[in-house]
C-alpha cells in the first residue's frame, strides 16, 4: 500500500513553455500532499504544501505566481511550472499523507527546460 | 548553520560490511526521525522512522537517536549491493492525522556496496 505516481517521469521542454506535473496518490486519500525540489546532489527542499480544496502554503523564496498548486481532490496534486527557464530545470518530487501515517514519496519528475 | 547535517560521502564498504550513516541536528524541536533510502532518479523511500531517541530494527536495519547528543545513525547489516543508494535522513516536531508536518532533509549520503 501507500503507493503515489507521479506523470510524466521525465519532461523536456522550451523556455517560456508551461509545464504540468500530476501527483496522484493511488491506493489512499491524501488531505495534504508535498512538492519537492532536488537539485543535484542537494538534499530536498520544500516548495510549497497542498491542502485538498484550499490555496497552497509556500516557502519562502518560491514564487507562486510561477509554481501554481492546484488539489483538486484527495488523490490529485498538479504542479504547474509557469514561463519555465533553464535555471527551472530540476527533480521535482511530490509526497502524499497517508492519515495516520506518514508521507509517501512519488517516484519524482525530471525537468530540463532549453 | 544547517538545520540538519549529513556527510555526503560517497561512501564505498565491501558486500557484507556493516554500514554507519549518521546525521546531526541543531533543533531540539525534532521529534520524529526518518530514514529514506532514494535510488538514481527515484524518488526517496521511507525505510523506517523513530519517535524520540532509541533504537529500532528492521531486518538488517537498525535506527538509533541520541536526541542528547541530537545525533541519529542507521546501520546496515549483512549490505548488499542492492543497498547502494542514496541514504537520506528528515525529521520532524511531530506528526499529525492532518498531515502538515514539514520534514526537514540532510544532503543524503552516497553509498556503495561493492561485490
Known amino acids: 500500500g501507500a503507493v503515489v505516481s507521479q506523470h510524466p517521469s521525465r519532461v523536456i521542454c522550451k523556455s517560456g513553455t508551461s509545464v504540468k506535473i500530476e501527483c496522484r496518490s493511488l491506493?489512499?486519500?491524501?488531505?495534504?500532499m508535498f512538492w519537492y525540489r532536488q537539485f543535484p546532489k542537494q538534499s530536498l527542499m520544500l516548495m510549497a504544501t497542498?491542502?485538498?480544496?484550499?490555496?497552497?502554503?509556500?516557502e519562502q523564496g518560491v514564487e507562486k505566481d510561477k509554481f501554481l498548486i492546484n488539489h483538486a481532490s484527495l488523490t490529485l496534486s498538479t504542479l504547474t511550472v509557469t514561463s519555465a527557464h533553464p535555471e527551472d530545470s530540476s527533480f521535482y518530487i511530490c509526497?502524499?499523507?497517508?492519515?495516520?501515517?506518514?508521507?509517501?514519496f512519488g517516484p519524482g519528475t525530471r525537468l530540463t527546460v532549453l | 548553520q544547517k538545520e540538519v547535517e549529513q556527510d555526503p560521502g560517497p561512501l564505498s564498504v565491501p558486500e557484507g560490511a556493516i554500514v554507519s550513516l549518521n546525521c546531526t541536528y541543531s533543533?531540539?524541536?525534532?521529534?520524529?526521525f526518518m530514514w529514506y533510502r532514494q535510488y538514481s532518479r527515484k524518488g526517496p523511500e521511507l525505510l523506517m522512522y523513530t519517535y524520540s531517541s532509541g533504537n529500532k530494527e528492521d531486518g538488517r536495519f537498525t535506527a538509533q537517536v541520541d536526541k542528547s547528543s541530537k545525533y541519529i545513525s542507521l546501520f546496515i547489516r549483512d549490505s548488499q549491493p542492492s543497498d547502494s543508494a542514496t541514504y537520506l535522513c528528515?525529521?520532524?516536531?511531530?506528526?499529525?492525522?492532518?498531515?502538515?508536518?514539514?520534514?526537514?532533509f540532510g544532503t543524503g549520503t552516497r553509498l556503495t556496496i561493492i561485490p
Open positions: 533543533n531540539s524541536a525534532f521529534q520524529y
Open positions: 528528515a525529521m520532524t516536531p511531530f506528526l499529525s492525522n492532518f498531515g502538515n508536518e514539514k520534514l526537514t
Open positions: 491506493d489512499f486519500q491524501a488531505t495534504t
Open positions: 509526497s502524499a499523507f497517508r492519515p495516520g501515517d506518514t508521507q509517501y
Open positions: 497542498s491542502n485538498e480544496g484550499s490555496k497552497a502554503t509556500y
